[in-house]
């Protein structure tokens, strides 16, 4: 089955950049995907097709891809953006979806 | 906006429905699927399956041999159901829409999520 790797946690203190990665080997072919959710909440779409940001989103949240990994990057972290962010794509056909792990950010 | 509904508690062995309303647009959209998303305790997503409006379904492999995914498209809503339960199926259940064009694959809009304990 097809996986993708995300780390379980990354702590940052408010103002400093947080670097989220994902991992899969069908990556460099299908679009990357970013997800944020907060307790109690439904995922929120926060990075599409490997790099687009959605209206509404910050401009602190940018993303970049290479190779197999797909890198999250929030600059200048607030302590709003504490979350866990789940990493999304598909297998080589594009046919079925996945998850990663998911992530905790904690901001110190 | 997307709505779950369905029972609450499940017990071990039987089949858990869910359904999920979809409101202020037409589930019978060109480029969309619709699917439905699950997450155990403190744990990550797992994509269980999704369909078109025509019908057309994709399931996990891992729970394909258990899983349905129907479509009414006169009322607007799609359902899920999932046979055969056990504890391993307790998890908060979400449905949402999600793109299907090209290699676009991101959902966008999701329901609430329904918590669905499987116990005795």
């Known amino acids: 089955s097809y996986e993708l790797t995300q780390p379980p946690s990354v702590s940052v203190s408010p103002g400093q950049t947080a670097r989220i990665t994902c991992s899969g080997d069908t990556l460099p072919n299908q679009y990357s995907y970013w997800y944020q959710q907060k307790p109690g909440q439904a995922p929120k779409l926060v990075i599409y097709k490997d790099i687009e940001r959605p209206s509404g989103i910050p401009e602190r949240f940018s993303a970049s891809a290479s190779g197999t990994t797909v890198t999250l990057t929030i600059s200048g972290v607030r302590a709003e953006d504490e979350a866990d962010y789940h990493c999304?794509?598909?297998?080589?056909?594009?046919?079925?979806?996945?998850f990663g792990g998911g992530t905790r950010l904690t901001v110190l | 906006q997307l709505q779950e509904s369905g029972p609450g508690l499940v017990k071990p062995s039987e089949t858990l429905s869910l359904t999920c309303n979809v409101s202020?647009?037409?589930?019978?959209?060109?480029?969309?699927?619709w699917g439905w998303v699950r997450q155990p305790p403190g744990k990550g997503l797992e994509w269980i399956g999704s369909i078109y409006y025509r019908g057309t379904t994709h399931f996990n492999p891992s729970l394909k041999s258990r899983v349905a995914i129907s479509v009414d498209t006169s009322e607007n809503r799609f359902s899920l159901k999932l046979r055969s339960v056990t504890a391993a199926d307790t998890a908060v259940y979400y449905c949402?829409?999600?793109?299907?064009?090209?290699?676009?694959?991101?959902?966008?809009?999701w329901g609430q999520g329904t918590l669905v304990t499987v116990s005795s």
């Open positions: 202020g647009g037409s589930i019978s959209i060109t480029n969309y699927y």
């Open positions: 999304q794509s598909a297998d080589s056909t594009g046919t079925y979806l996945v």
């Open positions: 949402g829409r999600h793109r299907r064009v090209a290699a676009e694959r991101e959902f966008d809009y």
